[in-house]
Nanobody, 120 residues
Framework: QVQLVESGGGLVQAGGSLRLSCAASGSVFNIATWGWYRQAPGKEREFVASLTSGALTNIADSVKGRFTMSSDNAKNTVYLQMNSLKPEDTAVYYC??????????????WGQGTQVTVSS
């Protein structure tokens, strides 16, 4: 079983910073790609950032220059450092992990989400 648990969300003023964490646990598996997504009220879930096993990172244009994604492989954890936060960054942030082995765990797994609220 693959379990993802996000943490680090909260309420912050505009211009502030937060660091989200996503820890994977459960059975032994390999994560090929990690991703962060977010969903604001009344909107569809949107891509924020991703990180592959080769350390290639993609960042959405809307957060480029403000958000960075990193990983700690020893802890099977990824982070989303969010700086210069804006009210429009308010959303539930979800972590996902694309598992490529073993075969019975293949697929994309999601965490439960963590709320980020940015006040103006």
């Amino acid at each position: 079983q693959v379990q993802l648990v996000e943490s680090g969300g909260g309420l912050v003023q505009a211009g502030g910073s937060l660091r989200l964490s996503c820890a994977a646990s459960g059975s032994v598996f390999n994560i090929a790609t990690w991703g962060w997504y977010r969903q604001a009220p009344g909107k569809e879930r949107e891509f924020v950032a991703s990180l592959t096993s080769g350390a290639l990172t993609n960042i959405a244009d809307s957060v480029k220059g403000r958000f960075t994604m990193s990983s700690d492989n020893a802890k099977n954890t990824v982070y989303l450092q969010m700086n210069s936060l804006k009210p429009e960054d308010t959303a539930v942030y979800y972590c996902n992990a694309e598992v490529d082995r073993p075969k019975w765990y293949e697929g994309v797994h999601w965490g439960q989400g963590t709320q980020v609220t940015v006040s103006s």
